[in-house]
């Protein structure tokens, strides 16, 4: 703990505030604002899908909010609890999670116990 942080504010705080994504002031950034996902409804959608040749099963959890650090955890969370690997796109209009294998019966209590509803 740091007792003696001394904080130095311009006359508007918030020009001053940088975007955690491209690291731009926020009047420069031209980052897509990302979703809320404490205040964004949604039923993740989860269906299985093979990948590349070797036609890997990966269990794919759709309709996720399209927020970095949101996904990002809980992509973490789902790789450790079911042991295995995964990653968290953010291509399209919503986030989707791809977790290596056919989970579905594990990620849907984990997805329970963080909040979200699913489907599938
Ligand atoms: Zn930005």
Known sequence: ???????VYSTDPTLNQKC???KEVVSECTCEP???????????????E???RGGKTVTVIDRLPKNEIFLK????????KCGTGGTYLMDGKEGVIEIQGD?????????L??????KG
């Open 20 to 22: 955690p994504k491209c």
């Open 34 to 48: 990302e979703v809320d996902p404490k205040s964004y409804q949604f039923v993740a959608v989860l269906r299985m």
């Open 50 to 52: 093979k990948q590349g």
């Open 1 to 7: 703990m740091t007792k003696n942080t001394r904080l």
């Open 113 to 118: 116990k963080e909040g979200i509803k699913s």
């Open 103 to 111: 989970k579905r019966d594990l990620i849907r209590p984990l997805l």
């Open 73 to 80: 955890e809980l992509t973490t969370l789902l790789k450790k």
